[in-house]
Structure formats: C-alpha cells, structure tokens
C-alpha cells in the first residue's frame, strides 16, 4: 500500500466512518473507493481535493506525510483548506519559535508542510513577540540593510493574503523564487510587487499563486553592531544642521 492509501484509511477510521459513507460523501461508488484504500488504484486530481476537503487537510500532507505520526489538531488551518500548517507548543502550551538555518534552508520549500521537518529545526523563545506563530529564517546577501547576510529574520505568520500592508516587509516562500525576504505593495490584482530596500536591486513580480507562505517581520536576530552608513537624506540633514550652527554663531559674534 502507498503512504496516501494508508493515509485515507487512517483518516477514515479515526473519523469513525465506513468505505461506502466516505465514498458517498465523495461523490463515488464503494467499489472506487476500495481501490484508493488498498492501492491498485490513484485517485485523480478532482477526488484528492473532495477528500482533502472532506478531512481539512491539505493534498500534499495526504501524499507525503504519514498522518498517522501527527495530530491533526496541532496544525494551522489556513483559508479555503489551502494547506495545513505544522506547528509546535511547549509544556506551557505556548508556540515555539523554529528557527530555519542556513544549513538547512535548502529543504525548506520541500519540508515546510511536514511535521517531521519542523519538529527538526532548532528552537528559540522570544516572549515578547506576543501572540501568532513565529518562525525564523536566514539572510542572504545585501538587499535589504541594515540586515546582513547570517543575521535571523523573525517573522509572525500571515494566514490571510489580505493582511498584506503595503510598504511593509515579509519573508515569502515561493514555488519559483524560493525563500526571498523583501517589501511589499500590492499595486496590481492577484499579484505583489516585491522591492529590495537596497536599490541596486531591481524589484520583481510574484503572482498570489507563486505563495506558499507569507510571515510578517517582527525582529532580527543579528551579530554584528557594525554602524550603517548614513542615508542621503540624513546627510542633508546634517549639513543644514552644521549651517544652521554656523550661522548662529557668527550672529552670536556680531552681537558681542
């Protein structure tokens, strides 16, 4: 039998229901579901989404996760059962922090929606951040000072697309851009413009079908207390205010 087979039938009989129910509310004959169940059969497109709907889980936690090591209920339920996702409390009940290093951002984009990934990744606590699900990812590169490349971006999870705010910052997790921390605007429908707040880099598109997940940032975890360079805009401000200086006091001389 295939992990998805097993799966089913797990799922089927923790929810206390028969083969010809389930296949009932599937909209299916007995003798189709059957074949699901034991394995000589897969189940298209259209029957895997009544059955991830049937059940609130998502597909691609019914085709790669053995549901049977996991508890359903400690997962994130997200809008229109779009996915499921993993979560982890401490003793007290309280969300931990997993933090996705370097060294293993790599198998993020594949791990993010199995349990057993995150359960992998190391852990913080930070109770200042309040309530919502928080999650720590890598920097890479220099497009978005003052973070520097090895620093940790904390960000809080956003279930909703329409939570997005403009002209904010958010680490996304996309099906063809990877992990990518950037500003945000939604200047076009179904689509978020993505801008580096260092403007060497050019700003590119990313489409609301490209998201698998959006967290808000919260905090940065960082090593370094290098001093960040000044903008134009405060060196302009420190010229007026050197003149301003000045010339208050050659009008302090001529008064003497």
């Known amino acids: 039998m295939s992990l998805f087979s097993d799966n089913i039938r797990a799922l089927r009989v923790r929810n206390k229901i028969s083969q010809e129910k389930l296949a009932e509310q599937l909209q299916i004959t007995r003798g189709r579901y059957v074949k699901y169940e034991d394995g000589t059969s897969e189940a298209p497109y259209d029957i895997l989404k009544r059955m991830a709907l049937y059940f609130h889980i998502s597909i691609d936690l019914l085709l790669s996760v053995d549901v049977r090591k996991i508890n359903i209920e400690d997962l994130i339920k997200l809008e229109n059962n779009r996915l499921l996702l993993p979560i982890q409390i401490d003793s007290s009940g309280e969300n931990i ?128 207390d290098t001093k960040q360079p000044l903008t134009e805009m405060e060196s302009l401000k420190g010229i007026l205010l050197e003149l301003k200086r000045e010339v208050l006091e050659i009008k302090g001389q001529r008064v003497q």
């Open 97 to 224: 922090i997993e933090v996705v290093t370097q060294k293993v951002k790599a198998g993020y984009l594949s791990g993010y929606a199995d349990p057993e990934y995150i359960e992998s990744l190391q852990q913080i606590s930070l109770p200042f951040l309040g309530s919502g699900k928080h999650r720590g990812f890598p920097v890479e590169g220099d497009s978005m000072p003052p973070h520097e490349e090895g620093s940790i971006i904390v960000g809080r999870y956003v279930e909703n697309l329409g939570e997005v705010q403009d002209g904010k910052t958010y680490i996304l997790i996309t099906k063809n851009h990877g992990m990518v921390y950037k500003r945000l605007n939604k200047n076009k429908k179904n689509t978020l413009v993505l801008e580096s707040d260092n403007s060497f880099y050019p700003h590119f598109e990313v489409k609301f079908s490209e998201i698998l997940e959006i967290w808000e940032y919260q905090c940065n975890i960082g090593r370094t």
